[in-house]
């Protein structure tokens, strides 16, 4: 996805953002197409994971940065941000980071998606792209499309859809678990994400 992505919105020596850079993989795809990358988490481990599988040089910078908050980056700096935001408390990447969405259960995480949303749009340049991976949940037996609800947000703060593409999921972390309890409970596993191209 990451790739393919940079590809079609992006051309050599333009300045990719991943906000929610977690392992690393949208930055070693940018390095790869020979792109500029900055990659910021909240998380210290998720930024020592990035370090150890890529070197930082001229082209790529590594930072400690809260997506709701770039402070580091001006205003319409960037050609292209690609990345993959927690799905609130899906699955917990931290246990005492009080700024991790992660944490967040999905009202108050779809909350906090506002900040990350104009911020994105702040840092973004006129006529580029934003692409953002996004997955739903369930609660109690019934679907949240949280999905959808970001992708409104990130409307809301100025976006145009571009491309709305469904990705299948075929390595989920917890794939054995929910396949048991899908019989148990009688529900449907949720097998896809979605990635949202939108447009400045």
């Known amino acids: 996805v990451h790739k393919n992505i940079i590809l079609r919105y992006s051309t050599e020596g333009d300045i990719v953002l991943d906000q929610f850079v977690g392992s690393g993989t949208t930055l070693i795809e940018a390095k790869r197409l020979n792109r500029r990358c900055i990659g910021s988490d909240i998380n210290e481990n998720a930024l020592n994971i990035c370090r150890q599988r890529i070197d930082e040089s001229n082209n790529i910078f590594i930072k400690k940065q809260d997506a709701r908050y770039l402070n580091l980056l001006k205003n319409n700096s ?10 609130a408390d899906i699955i917990k990447y931290s246990e005492d980071i009080p700024e991790d969405l992660s944490l967040l259960k999905v009202k108050d995480f779809l909350e906090e998606m506002k900040s990350v949303a104009s911020e994105s749009y702040r840092v973004l340049k006129k ?12 609660q109690k037996g ?5 999905s959808f609800e970001v992708m409104r947000i990130f409307e809301e703060a100025g976006f145009k859809l571009k ?10 972390r917890a794939t054995g678990y929910w396949k048991t ?3 148990k409970y009688n529900f ?12 400045k």
């Open 78 to 87: 960037i050609d292209l941000i690609c990345t993959h935001p927690p799905y």
């Open 127 to 138: 006529d580029k792209f934003c692409a953002i991976l996004m997955g739903d949940t369930r």
């Open 142 to 146: 019934h679907m949240i499309p949280m």
């Open 163 to 172: 491309e709305l593409i469904i990705k299948e999921q075929h390595n989920c």
């Open 181 to 183: 309890n899908s019989v």
């Open 188 to 199: 449907l596993l949720i097998a896809h994400e979605y990635l949202f191209v939108f447009r």
